[in-house]
């Protein structure tokens, strides 16, 4: 099968750039307990705390570092100013913000004057951010040189489209573009490029705006038909706040009564909402990875801005197979050799070693 054959370029691939798949965070030196009361730490969400939160609080305590969380939940609405107004009204030592939207609200971008920010000189530690220069959060993330740093979760866009390959040799890519959200033009852009290089197609469309710059999620199922109508074999769901995680349903059952496979970048829209497959660093480990930064803020008093922001070097391949089984599209051998698997009924595992 012409998928099997081009799976060990995805692994070379994944060699080469220093990755692999699956696999734990990195390790940690330990750092001494405060030893006083406890720092305060604001995480500031668009949704309820997840495995990525519990992967940063599990982290500190394991440091001994003590600490109270406080939650302020961020979806967009307030503005900036309000929200940042907020959180320094908590006097936090440190501020825990997930996302590229959030992130934005509370640090604002580089270039931009942050004089009357209240957070200017509280640190923040953000995750799952997309394209921290990209998004203008950063210019340059080996050395932030401002009050922000933290970790993206996503893997290169290569080596996505090589496990995407892997898989089947899909052609037509669909991708449905959220003009509220800055990474989102910035992947539409790179996924173009990219797949003009491997001669595949990119079939877009996109979410139309209100007065207040808020998509209506009322457009997912409509524009996701017209991809599928317009002969996309895939619809990749890359890590945009409003699409991989506030509406992750609608767009993953859009696609599934279009007959349209999904390839996501990121975690729980594979586990919890039926993406077919994706790539992506471990919630949990993002986690991790984000608290240990947060020690080396609060216990080692080391500088925000010479935190190099940074991704995790490990990747891990989910595949969901039932899934997969509502699709009939089942998943070569050789990548469920290296995939972690969201398990089908009896029946499906069957059928799929029936159809190798």
């Known amino acids: 099968m012409k998928s099997n054959a081009l799976f060990p370029r995805l692994l070379r691939t994944c060699l080469c750039l220093g990755l692999a798949l699956g696999g734990a965070a990195q390790a940690q030196s330990p750092s001494?307990?405060?030893?006083?009361?406890?720092?305060?730490?604001v995480?500031?969400?668009?949704r309820a705390p997840q495995s990525t939160e519990a992967g940063f609080r599990d982290y500190l305590e394991r440091e001994s570092i003590a600490a109270r969380y406080l939650e302020v939940r961020y979806e967009g609405k307030p503005d900036a100013a309000a929200l940042r107004?907020?959180?320094?009204?908590?006097?936090?030592?440190?501020?825990y913000s997930w996302g590229t939207p959030t992130t934005l609200a509370l640090a604002g971008r580089h270039d931009q004057s942050d004089a009357a920010n209240p957070l200017r000189n509280t640190p923040i530690v953000f995750a799952e951010v997309t394209d921290p220069v990209g998004s203008g959060l950063l210019k340059n993330p080996q050395q932030p040189e401002r009050n922000v740093t933290g970790v993206s979760h996503v893997a290169p866009?290569?080596?996505q489209l090589n496990a995407v390959q892997a898989y089947r040799p899909f052609r037509k890519i669909g991708y449905l573009h959220n003009p509220a959200e800055p990474n989102s033009l910035s992947i539409l852009r790179n996924?173009?490029?990219?797949?003009?290089?491997q001669g595949m197609e990119v079939i877009e469309a996109s979410l139309g705006l209100d007065a207040n710059q808020a998509p209506d999620p009322a457009q997912i199922a409509p524009l996701v038909a017209d991809i599928a109508q317009r002969g996309a074999d895939l619809l990749y769901i890359g890590?945009?706040?409003?699409?991989?995680?506030?509406?992750?349903?609608?767009?993953?059952?859009?696609?599934?009564?279009?007959?349209?496979?999904t390839f996501c970048a990121t975690e729980s829209i594979v586990r919890r909402?039926?993406?077919?497959?994706?790539?992506?660093?471990?919630?949990?480990?993002v986690g991790r990875f984000a608290g240990s930064m947060a020690r080396q803020i609060l216990a080692e008093k080391k500088p925000v801005g010479a935190i190099a922001a940074s991704t995790l070097q490990r990747f891990s391949l989910l595949v969901n197979l039932p899934t997969a089984q509502t699709l009939e599209l089942y998943p070569p051998m050789l990548l469920l050799n290296v995939a972690e698997v969201i398990p089908a009924t009896g029946a499906a595992l069957g059928a799929t070693v029936a159809r190798r």
């Open 32 to 41: 001494p307990s405060r030893g006083a009361a406890p720092f305060t730490i």
């Open 239 to 261: 890590p945009i706040t409003f699409l991989a995680f506030t509406h992750r349903d609608a767009i993953t059952q859009a696609a599934l009564q279009n007959r349209l496979p």
């Open 157 to 159: 866009l290569d080596v």
């Open 191 to 197: 996924l173009k490029a990219l797949a003009q290089r």
């Open 85 to 95: 107004q907020r959180v320094a009204a908590l006097q936090p030592d440190l501020v």
């Open 43 to 46: 995480m500031v969400l668009p």
């Open 273 to 285: 909402s039926g993406c077919l497959f994706g790539l992506f660093s471990n919630d949990t480990n």
